[in-house]
């Protein structure tokens, strides 16, 4: 694997979060660091709770560290931007707009004109392969095409960096592996810088380049897993899903980091 | 299966035929034959009949049938969107900005709980019995609805959304307004329009029995008076099937204006 | 919207605090200016603040009419209880027969998709002409206020139950009119109470409108006295009271709701 050295994109200097809910509020994110370079996929996994939709929410600049600081080429991080993206779980689109408008609306906004954001839309629906589906809503669409359309509307705003929280965790298993294929596609023909956060430990193996394991709450980096610095699994994104999941090199690595997770939660006793 | 269904409708529609037919025969029976019902409490449906014509053509206590609903329409329309036109982005002030909420909002539901009807004798004392009076207690009507409803759809924006929004560049509060909490909130606006419409017609017709001139409402004060209920029943008819048609024109846009809003039963 | 500003989230608070005393105070301040300080409007226009308070201190000895304010309470009172226990009686009942028999619900359909639509104000000038300016012509009004909403809310429930809890209390062997009464009534609770809110409410409405109109006591006559005779300080104090009125009506209306809907998760 080329070794060029990119510039760093995302950098989090012991960051610590806290989070409030109700009366209490209590540490989410406990000293966090890391770095995170252009183009890289980065997987953050940990078992629930563990903060790690908090950790991303400060580089989506919807959160403030109560310490530390978070950096975006170099520069603090303050709050949303265009230039991060975020895909949520729970798809967020907006309801009175068709697929087409949906993914328009950050072009929209930005003054894109019309023929351009057309060609933009028409590029990205193709991409997520739902032609047809143009004028569509979103409550007459499954929930796999909701999310398709969902990722294509923050990536046709071409940002920089894509913060995705768990995207794929309400869909049902099949669609789950489809999605993953796809973007893993999407990665290859465009590649963005890219934090993930999962449940699944199979999903952050087959897409990150390092997996980041955290650890139960308060969050802390547990361990880093280099899977692309260190051919782990070669040729892994030319590969199918079920052809990957299935390679010795695969189960090993699985079998590593359930093992590290596994002892979280029983040492933790969050179950 | 689509026999079954046939013959569901039809044996639907019989039942509810024999029991149209079966009510307008025993109100004839009673009315007319047996005679058992005076005139002047309740008409035989015939004269309801004959009197629609009667007073669709030459005017009645000074106008025709529809002379009288014209005039009526035109209070409840004027009272109603001038409403609607304060209402609505009041709503939405109150709904986006905390402090346009926490200025507005006691004096709102300090006046909230009374009926808009009760302010009619105070409107009458400050506008005398011409149109204003009654505008004014129609336009009160219309106007709370609409602001608890532009105010509830603002407040019930998915954060989920704004951050969505957020996440793709939008910046200022009013782009957050415009852009998301405001097309969000438009079904729950426009329910509150078709309740202060609801409200505004029934307001009119009350107002319209308490002191007018012209009118459906001042039509069957006079009716009553006269001891002519079939004038009375007539109008009663019209304004529920005019409310009903408003409803209607509303739901319907409704439907044009949120596309995207799922149908419900009712 | 405070999406990410949390730490600012306190000061706003007690900024709105602020904001909502001063607005009623200056609410109050601007009455007592325009009204005593400055003379701007005669006192038969608008009365001051405490004019209208020493009038309600003052009618709870002195009789209004036939009676004292006690009195008029209380007979308003009187008329929406009797109107809204004769609704409720009727049309919980009938809702829920008709929308559990289709046959049933066939037959009654059309005589109340006619009548429904039709204001229950638009029907006073009928109710005095059959029961005169008694107690019987203002329980009428407010009995057909309150009897459709709830009836049609009755009916939605019980139709539209979730088929699951029939077909699981089939599965487990009871019979059609047990899954009635045993699962598809109580699963309709939330609906029918929210229909009996909605009606009542309604019914406050109609017993001002009744009051307004035709009646020698109450509330609503109180108000409309304060009109005639030009003493808008009564009409005020009359409103007010329609307000409380209605407000502890909602806030039991909403007790009950909750004691009765127990199961529900807020």
Known sequence: MNEEHKPDKLTAQNVSVMFEKDDTSFLAVDDVSLTIQEGEFVVIVGPSGCGKTTFMNTFAGLVRPAKGKVYMDGEEIHGPSAERGVVFQQFALFPWKTVSENIAFGLKYRGIPKEQRDEIVKKYVQLIKLEGFEKSYPHELSGGMTQRVAIARVYANRPQVLLMDEPFGALDAQTRTIMQEDLSEMFLTEKRTVLFITHSVDEAIYLGDRVVIMTARPGKIKKIIPITRDNLIPDRRQMRYDDVVNLKEFLELKGDLWGLIKAEILEKHIL | MAQKRNSMVSRRVTLAAVSMTAGIGVWFFLTSVARLIPPAFLPPPQNIVTDFFRILGSPYVGHTLVGHTLVSLQIVLGGFFSALLIGIPLGILMGWFKRIEAIVDPLFQLLRPIPPLAWIPISLLWFGIGMQSKIFVIWLSAFVPCVINSYTGIRLTEPLLVKAALGLGVKRQRDLLREVAIPSALPIILGGVRIGLGSAWMTLVAAELLASDAGLGYMMQMARRALEPSVIILGMLVIGILGALMARGLRALEKRVCPWVKEEEH | MDHFVEKFGEKIYQEKIVLSISSVLGFLFLWYLITDLFGFMPAIVLPSPEKVFFTLYEKILVPVGEEKLLGHIGVSLVRILVGVGIALGLAIPLGVLIGWYEDLDSLASPIIEVLRPIPPIAWIP?????????????????????????????????????????????????????????????????????????????????????????????????????????????????????????????????????????????
Do not use: H
């Open chain 3, 126 to 266: 009928l109710a005095i002409l059959w029961f005169g300016i008694g107690l019987g012509s203002k329980v009428f009004i407010i009995a057909i206020g309150v009897f459709f909403p709830t009836l049609i809310n009755t009916y939605i429930g019980v139709k539209f139950v979730d088929p699951l809890l029939i077909k699981a209390a089939q599965a487990l062997g009871a019979k059609d009119k047990d899954i009635l009464w045993e699962v598809v009534v109580p699963a309709s609770v939330p609906l029918i109470v929210a229909g009996v809110r909605i009606g009542v409410g309604l019914g406050m409405m109609c017993l001002v409108a009744a009051e307004l109109v035709a009646a020698s006591t109450g509330l609503g006559y109180l108000i409309m006295l304060g009109g005639d005779d030009l003493k808008p300080e009564l009409s005020i104090t009359g409103m007010i009271l329609i307000g409380i009125l209605g407000l502890i009506a909602d806030r039991v209306i909403l007790g009950i709701e909750r004691r009765v809907i127990y199961w529900k998760k807020e």
